[in-house]
């Protein structure tokens, strides 16, 4: 999965098998607290996917300002 900037910059990037791979897992076995599950939802993908949308949002918005 990619966020790209509309000229095509990838600001953010996350190989979907480690996606799956990670939201199959149980919410204490997962080392990486970039994609730590949040309280808010019940479903791990959604919270993971949740967080890497955030994160490239938090990646790419510097690269947007004049």
Known sequence: MLICLPN???V???????FLD?????PEDVENNVFSFSSTFEDPST?????F???GLRRGLPLLQP
């Open 8 to 10: 095509g910059t990838v």
């Open 12 to 18: 953010h990037h996350i190989n979907a098998n480690y």
């Open 22 to 26: 990670i939201t199959s897992m149980k």
């Open 47 to 51: 919270a993971t996917y949740m967080q």
């Open 53 to 55: 949308l955030k994160e």
